[in-house]
């Protein structure tokens, strides 16, 4: 970042309640009028209900002034409204600069997010980003799959050849493909 440049700071916003038409224009007007930038969304609808969440980054002054204005836009959403600022990332003792992600697609299954995670978690790894989909393929025979895209950090100590031989396994099991196999991928910490 040059030195022209403000400092800018991460949060974490979430909408949750009923359902409307332009909530996800309300979240983003409410970042974007205090001179903040949506880095990732997530807005999904269940039943009448829905959870909208945003990662963004904004000046500090920026962060304070939503933090100080949730209610507004509680009030203007109707939704239960939680704001987070963030702390800057930082690469924790033990683990590798670099970011790793990996991506699958299966056979969709209760447990599958829990094997995948107990894995990364056995060979020691931080996940810091998690993006999973569940489909209906229709046919004569519909079947649900599931995608499912992670980012990590990889401990210093790090056993590639066995985590991949373990991965391809369960893949297996669930009837999938790996999309992408770990590998090192661009970007921030936290936001991808």
């Known amino acids: 970042m040059s030195s022209g440049q403000s400092k800018v700071q991460h949060a974490a916003l979430w909408l949750i309640g009923p359902d409307m038409p332009g909530l996800l224009r309300l979240g983003a007007k409410f970042v974007a009028d205090r001179g903040g930038n949506i880095d990732k969304d997530i807005a999904d609808k269940f039943g009448e209900k829905a959870v909208v969440f945003m990662a963004l980054t904004a000046s500090p002054e920026g962060i304070a002034k939503m933090d100080r204005d949730k209610d507004i836009l509680k009030a203007e959403s109707g939704c239960g409204v939680v704001f987070q600022p963030m702390k800057e990332p930082i690469v924790p003792d033990g683990f590798r600069e670099e970011l790793y992600g990996f991506d699958m697609i299966s056979d969709d299954a209760p447990g599958i997010i829990a094997e995948i995670t107990g894995l990364a978690d056995r060979h020691g790894m931080l996940i810091v980003g998690h993006t999973g989909e569940r489909r209906v393929i229709p046919g004569p025979q519909p079947r649900a799959q599931g995608g499912q895209k992670f980012v990590v950090m990889l401990p210093i100590e790090f056993d590639h050849l066995s985590f991949t031989r373990e991965m391809d396994e369960l893949v297996k099991r669930f009837g999938g493909t790996m999309k992408t196999p ?10 991808w």
Do not use: I, K
């Open 182 to 191: 770990l590998r090192t991928v661009p970007g921030l910490l936290w936001w």
